[in-house]
């Protein structure tokens, strides 16, 4: 069950080449309880790995890495109106969006064709085009790896926020996700189109009054145009996260470049970093194996396939320092470095 020694290279979409010492595909949480507990008596580290869109191995990892396999999909008619939908860790992300869709359930639409799988969505609340699933999300089962209890989080107790949750705070290397419940729409969806590059792709598409799954094409279309396919080319989507600034420094900036784009929220502005990185001169640029996207500068993408995950990290330490130097703004990372 446990294999040595195994390259990790096609479990993290970035592509790197980083082996781990020991290895083990889990298929059912009794499974991963046993490993769990084989782990501990020999006080391995531990790494989880679900579709692996989110890491970056920056090097051998020296434990056991389990895979976390687990599927199945089941739903439970609420009204007319709702359906909770639950899938299992191991699920992958868009083909649960797209079964939801042939089912006509809405609330997944705008979150189409993000790479990974359902049991990490809640790590960092993944969002897309106006819709972070703590908007459909009802609850999540998870393996407290402290007491080796099953137990259930809400809403509340998820403390969901802008690429945030328990899971990446206090709640960090504690607990496994085993399984995600949402609330969809059976009908009288709410079809959300507000952001602005899905209203032209509906336009250019001709329509006027879209389905959920008119929006899903939409936003498929979106990403293929210019999120590069991690089959194709290694990326983990946006590198950094978008940053959160003072509304007076904002201010002051806006007087020095007068075309920095901002979203207000409360006394803070959100900062696109995409934006910051261009003008920073890097988007395109390719040094070595590893390059800023061409069509959009916060995915650094492992251009030649070759790079390793040391490479990509010391890339990515030069953006932040150059869009600090510039802008006196400092990126924080949202892929998780191994
Ligand atoms: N921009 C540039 N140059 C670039 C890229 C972006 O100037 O090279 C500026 C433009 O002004 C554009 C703005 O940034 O209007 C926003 O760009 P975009 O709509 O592409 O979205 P984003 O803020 O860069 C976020 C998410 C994406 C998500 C999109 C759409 C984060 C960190 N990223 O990107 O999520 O798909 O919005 O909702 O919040 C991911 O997390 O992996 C991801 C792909």
New binding site residues.
């Given amino acids: 069950m446990i294999q040595e020694n195994i390259s990790l290279k096609p479990f993290n979409t970035f592509g790197v080449d980083a082996s781990a010492r020991y290895f083990a595909e889990v298929n059912s949480v009794e499974e991963l309880i046993e490993i769990f507990k084989l782990s501990n008596s020999q006080t391995l580290p531990l790494l989880f790995i679900g579709g692996g869109s989110?890491i970056l191995l920056t090097k051998d990892f020296e434990g056991l890495a389990i895979r976390l396999n687990l599927k199945g999909i089941s739903e439970e008619i609420i009204d007319e109106n709702q359906v909770l939908v639950t899938a299992k860790a191991g699920e992958n992300w868009h083909q649960f969006v797209m079964f939801c869709l042939e089912k006509n359930y809405g609330g997944l639409e705008n979150l189409s064709l993000?790479p990974g799988n359902v049991g990490t969505s809640p790590m960092?609340n993944?969002?897309?085009?106006?819709t972070e699933i703590k908007d459909i999300f009802e609850s999540c089962k998870v393996l407290n790896l402290e007491t080796l209890e099953i137990e259930i989080f809400d809403l509340k107790k998820c403390r969901f926020g802008?690429?945030d949750s328990i899971f990446k705070q206090e709640g960090k290397g504690k607990y496994v996700i085993l399984e995600v419940t949402f609330k969809l729409t059976r009908e009288n969806h709410k079809i959300d189109v507000e952001?602005g590059?899905i209203k032209s792709e509906l336009e250019n598409l001709g329509i006027f009054n879209p389905t959920i799954q008119d929006v899903s094409k939409a936003v498929i279309n979106i990403?293929q145009s210019?999120?590069p396919d991690p089959k194709v080319t290694g990326n983990?989507?946006?590198f950094?996260?978008?940053p959160t600034i003072p509304s007076t420094q904002f201010e002051a900036l806006k007087q020095k470049f007068e075309n920095i784009?901002g979203y207000p929220n409360g006394e803070f502005v959100k900062v696109?970093?995409?934006?910051l990185?261009?003008?920073s001169g890097w988007?395109g640029k390719q040094i070595g194996n590893v390059a800023s996207?061409k069509?959009?500068?916060?995915?650094i993408i492992n251009a030649t396939g070759n790079a390793t995950g040391k490479e990509i990290f010391d890339f990515s330490t030069m953006i932040i320092d150059s869009v600090n130097e510039k802008y006196g703004i400092e990126l924080e990372r949202?892929v998780n470095i191994i």
């Fill in positions: 989110n993000i960092q993944i969002g897309a085009y106006g802008y690429r952001y590059a990403r210019k999120l983990a989507g946006s950094f996260k978008n784009p696109p970093a995409g934006w990185i261009e003008q988007k996207h069509l959009q500068a916060l995915v949202e």
